[in-house]
């Protein structure tokens, strides 16, 4: 439930981005009221000028505090648990927090670029695909990183081969053989025992795109884990939907690019 002091937030994100939906969930178990604006990554708007003024790396998501604009979700959610601190999302013990952030650190290094494999193929390949090579290049220098250049170039001239979709699943498949050692290790019901930390939050994303992809593969400790997350109200609040409902939910939702 949103406070009388809480300051003014808003959310630049995009429905099936896994970084966002990690904020997404964590404003939801706070229990904060936000401005949600939603980005057509298709559309390029995350690469515009007025968007790269808030977030330079022009990706989702960012979080606006009061005019102050955050990014990085892991940090971004760091923050909101330190603002707002009930219901903590960190566990009490340092050693602890230092492993949720290590794992925090590993789902947005490892499980990101192994997701954006399958997922891109599915929502950009069909778009970038379509761009002239006079097109591409403009849109290539409006990109700030060349990690990213080369990912949206593939999408458009040399797309990822099934063998290569296939490795990036096993990625994840590999991050649901660690959640359920934590589960084993903690005893559950969450990662880090009995309160739910951000560390469940930062896996989730990750964790449904997994199920979408290989359905039925859970381990048991894991797929107890995962029903009782997606009973969980936050799951609803954050909106987080199947991928493929989320791209057609984008085209009608997306934000007008600011005059
Ligand atoms: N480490 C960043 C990663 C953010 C990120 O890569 N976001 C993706 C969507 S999940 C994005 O905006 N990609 C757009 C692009 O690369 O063009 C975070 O956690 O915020």
């Not at 987080?240 to 600011?258: K, L």
Request: hydrophobic residues 40%; glycine residues 4%.
């Amino acid at each position: 439930m949103a406070v009388s002091s809480q300051p003014s937030l808003t959310l630049y994100h995009a429905w099936s981005s896994s970084a966002s939906r990690k904020v997404r969930l964590c404003l939801a178990e706070k229990g904060l009221a936000y401005e949600g604006k939603v980005l057509s990554l298709g559309r390029f708007q995350h690469h515009s000028t007025w968007y790269k003024e808030l977030n330079p790396s022009g990706i989702v998501p960012c979080l606006i505090v009061d005019g102050l604009a955050l990014v990085e979700s892991n940090l971004i959610d760091e923050y909101l648990d330190e603002a707002f601190p009930e219901p903590a999302l960190m566990p009490d013990d340092p050693a602890a927090r230092h492993e949720v952030r290590r794992w925090s650190k590993y789902v947005d290094d490892v499980c990101l670029p192994a997701v954006q494999k399958p997922n891109w193929t599915r929502s950009m390949r069909p778009i970038a695909k379509q761009w002239s090579d006079a097109e591409l290049e403009q849109r290539l220098a409006a990109i700030p990183t060349q990690e990213r250049r080369d990912l949206w170039r593939r999408m458009a001239r040399d797309p990822f081969s099934e063998a290569e979709i296939d490795a990036a699943l096993d990625i994840l498949e590999d991050m649901t053989r660690q959640i359920e050692a934590y589960l084993e290790n903690s005893g559950g019901p969450w990662l880090f025992g009995q309160r739910l930390t951000l560390a469940d939050l930062h896996a989730a994303p990750y964790v449904i795109r997994f199920e979408e992809e290989r359905p039925g593969r859970l381990r048991p400790l894991t797929a107890r884990w995962w029903d009782a997350l997606k009973a969980r109200p936050s799951w609803l609040t954050a909106e987080i939907g199947s991928y493929d409902d989320d791209g057609a939910r984008t085209a009608a939702e997306a934000m007008e690019d600011p005059a």
